[in-house]
């Protein structure tokens, strides 16, 4: 698939792409194939190889998702990142993440709304909250909010605990619904004090929240842990 001299690009990344790599990208995108090689791929692999370690995640980076590494937005939005005060180890997390995201036409937007959240671009966890905050639409965020308000999470509750642990708003049915379920039977059986944060359980590790929620609760244990698998 890739020519050209001994130690070009071509033949670098034509080294590491198996055949199966290649019938995978145009798998994921048949489009793959009708691709320039001189102006989108080598180019494409050029720029994600200068922020992999290795020629073969490089590969990798493209197989997965090869629209969106070789569109002709990818070059200059990564600029912009850098610009914007990303690092390169949140570029590559991007990168072999959803590239998707650099290739947007709200970018710029996405990443303002990022920094006003708190988060410093400088630091890996902007690329996690972006990540996280791209991984929904507007109207999954906007009800994965509602639903931890009607809990009694204030905003600044919500957005403090997003901001401690970007991910957390993307595990409201498989990890705080049954946490939900906890809290208020402990609440019920008057365990846990009203005037409690309801917010604090939400973002703890799962190690604290089976220490602090479930374990502490010797009589009730097997109850709250049953709750807590969603078994409930």
Excluded at 19 to 38: E, G, K, M, N, Y
Excluded at 132 to 152: M, Y
Excluded at 153 to 164: L, Y
Aim: proline share 6%.
């Amino acid at each position: 698939m890739f020519v050209g001299g001994l130690g070009s690009p071509a033949v670098t990344a034509g080294r590491c792409a198996s055949p199966q790599d290649i019938v995978a990208a145009i798998t994921r995108s048949p489009r793959f194939v009708r691709v320039s090689l001189d102006k989108h791929i080598i180019p494409a692999f050029e720029l994600v190889r200068s922020f992999c370690p290795s020629d073969k995640k490089a590969i990798h980076s493209i197989i997965a998702c090869p629209t969106s590494i070789s569109d002709p937005r990818m070059k200059p939005n990564v600029k912009f990142l850098l610009d914007f005060g990303l690092t390169a180890s949140s570029i590559y997390r991007l990168l072999t993440s959803r590239p998707s995201i650099i290739c947007t036409s709200d970018l710029k937007k996405a990443l303002e709304e990022i920094k006003e959240l708190g988060f410093q671009p400088s630091k890996y966890n902007f690329c996690v909250a972006l990540l996280a905050k791209r991984a929904v639409t507007k109207s999954q965020w906007d009800a994965k909010f509602d639903v931890l308000k009607s809990w009694g999470c204030s905003e600044d509750d919500i957005f403090n605990a997003f901001r401690k642990q970007p991910n957390f708003m993307l595990r409201i049915e498989k990890r705080l619904i049954p946490r939900a379920s906890v809290i208020k039977y402990l609440l019920s059986k008057g365990l846990m004090k009203k005037g409690s944060s309801l917010c604090t359980p939400f973002h703890a590790t799962d190690e604290d929240f089976q220490r602090r929620y479930v374990k502490r609760f010797e009589e009730e244990t097997s109850k709250l842990l049953k709750l807590n698998q969603g078994d409930c």
